[in-house]
């Protein structure tokens, strides 16, 4: 194997190690929002069947979402027992995502990224 060999390798090598970081900064958001979806998805059938989302398992939710590293600005959603069978209720909670990305090759610099979860659902009414 020839030096030019050699050397075309190992730029192959740092392109490739380039674009495996670069897209674990594209990836990580994306992962990060389809596991916020889910939770608050679960929160959501929970809320739709028990008509309202009581203190605790809001309080839970809001444990998961923080465990992701998501600061939660806004949650929108009924409280435990309050009469919304047969209304339109709407769902939703905001949360910001603070961390860094890649500006240029060599530059990181903060972002902040907005995860919104927004969901309409018609409160059961529940005969025993």
């Known amino acids: 194997m020839g030096i030019e060999q050699v050397a075309v390798m190992g730029v192959i090598i740092i392109l490739l190690m380039v674009i495996i970081v670069l897209s674990f900064d594209l990836v990580i958001p994306m992962v990060l929002k389809l596991e916020f979806n889910s939770i608050c998805r679960n929160y959501t059938l929970l809320a739709e069947s028990q008509n309202g989302l009581s203190s605790e398992n809001l309080s839970k939710m809001l444990k998961e979402i923080e465990a992701l590293n998501l600061t939660v600005v806004k949650i929108d959603c009924p409280s435990l027992n309050s009469p919304i069978r047969g209304l339109n209720v709407t769902f939703e909670i905001e949360a910001i995502y ?20 927004k ?3 018609i409160g059961r009414k529940v005969v025993l």
């Open 98 to 117: 603070e961390g860094e990305r890649f500006e240029t090759l060599f530059k990181r610099s903060p972002a902040t990224l907005p995860f919104t979860y």
């Open 119 to 121: 969901r309409t659902f």
